[in-house]
């Protein structure tokens, strides 16, 4: 007999696979799943973490196909992954008093950065954009933000 599991309990078991690996940083890797396929995201240091992972999922009862999203990123590279950048982003703006960092929202793909939201001057959405710009690893900058009518 066949019985099927939902997404979050085909989800709980790929996630408990995952702690119960001595060899995994299960606190690193996200999961999804959707109709028995599940999905693995976030970021190790070497090939062989990434595929323990994915080994692991697979060996949960109810898994059909993996989708192995999980970047690697060696503990020695100096290259700044998305999620680096966006906290720089968040820390970069809450840390300059002259803009309402609260109003303004971000997103950072590829290493291009957009900023959406409202600010209550031009001058402020300029500050915003340089601040960012100054950022290391930043490629590219969207800026999106609108000005609050008077």
Excluded: Y
């Excluded at 939902?6 to 995952?18: A, F, G, M, N, P």
């Excluded at 396929?37 to 060996?59: F, M, Q, Y």
């Excluded at 109003?103 to 291009?112: A, E, L, N, R």
């Amino acid at each position: 007999m066949n019985i099927t599991k939902t997404d979050s309990e085909l989800k709980e078991d790929v996630t408990r696979q995952l702690a119960w690996d001595p060899g995994i940083d299960a606190a690193a890797i996200g999961v999804s799943a959707h109709l028995g396929v599940v999905t693995l995201n976030g970021i190790v240091p070497c090939w062989s973490d990434k595929h323990a992972a994915e080994d692991a999922a697979r060996r949960v009862e109810g898994v059909h196909d993996v989708a192995n999203d999980i970047e690697i990123k060696p503990s020695w590279s100096t290259i700044k992954s998305d999620v680096d950048i966006a906290l720089l982003v968040r820390s970069a703006l809450e840390g300059d008093a002259r803009l309402d960092d609260e109003t303004i929202c971000t997103t950072v793909s590829d290493h291009i950065v957009t900023l959406t939201g409202t600010v209550r001057t031009a001058a402020e959405r300029d500050e915003a954009e340089r601040v960012v710009r100054a950022l290391e690893d930043v490629r590219f900058i969207e800026n999106h933000l609108t000005v609050q009518a008077p």
